[in-house]
């Protein structure tokens, strides 16, 4: 799944839609300080679930409003990220050569997620983004400083950090589930197996 574009209108500062594209290969955003670089990130986040105020700066969820002249005030914010469908998604979305993913916030509060323009659920964007490594809080998302960090790290952290961007850490939970599940029907057998004998 690659992003082909990120359309941001009334979201932190950005009071104008602007559609910015990110076509194969390498992509830079460069400008001033405070500029907005760290907004189209927080904007990425925040059409991909994220929940945390914190990880999006913000004191408020009106924060993540447009606050400003500019001439306009819009009514609400909106991100929408259009995304190269390469198969790799659930059943349902296979066929379409395009998904859009969006988000918005009305000032009332009101808050709605969108898949291909239909309202969905958080959840629906949770599953649309299972098993690609697309969630905003996973390791495809690195922020100012944190290429510094990984270098100070110890290597087992570093190995989790490698881990868990190459998905590995799915299958990991994946198999500590699966080892649980293991034991509790061990267990059952244990049971019956007592049960069994008492009968006979
Ligand atoms: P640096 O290079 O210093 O990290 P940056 O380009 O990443 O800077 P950002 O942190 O993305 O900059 O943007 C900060 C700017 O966004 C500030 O000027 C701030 O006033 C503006 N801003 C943040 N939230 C809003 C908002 N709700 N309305 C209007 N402007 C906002």
């Keep these: 799944m690659r992003i082909k574009r990120l359309e941001i209108y009334g979201f932190k500062s950005f009071p104008y839609r602007v559609s910015l594209p990110f076509p194969p290969g390498i992509s830079a955003i460069v400008g001033p300080n405070g500029s907005g670089k760290s907004n189209i990130m927080d904007a990425l986040r925040w059409v991909l679930g994220e929940q945390s105020l914190?990880?999006?700066r913000v004191r408020s969820a009106e924060d993540l409003l447009f606050a400003?002249?500019?001439g306009r005030s819009p009514g609400f914010a909106e991100v929408r990220?259009?995304?190269?469908n390469d198969g790799g998604v659930p059943e349902e979305f296979r066929e379409l050569p395009e998904i859009v993913v969006a988000r918005r916030l009305y000032r009332s509060g009101e808050s709605e997620y969108l898949i291909n323009n239909r309202t969905c659920r958080l959840k629906d964007i949770h599953y649309l983004f299972l098993d690609t490594g697309v969630n905003p809080r996973g390791y495809g998302l690195i922020d100012q400083g944190e290429v510094g960090k990984f270098l100070e790290r110890s290597?087992?952290?570093r190995r989790f950090f490698l881990e868990e961007l190459a998905g590995v850490?799915?299958?990991r939970a994946n198999r500590d589930e699966t080892a649980r599940n293991l034991?509790?029907?061990r267990e059952n057998l244990a049971r019956v197996e007592d049960i069994l004998s008492e009968i006979r």
């Design 155 to 157: 290597p087992q952290e």
């Design 68 to 70: 400003g002249d500019h």
């Design 169 to 171: 850490s799915r299958y």
């Design 183 to 185: 034991a509790r029907t």
């Design 54 to 56: 914190k990880r999006l």
């Design 81 to 84: 990220l259009v995304l190269e």
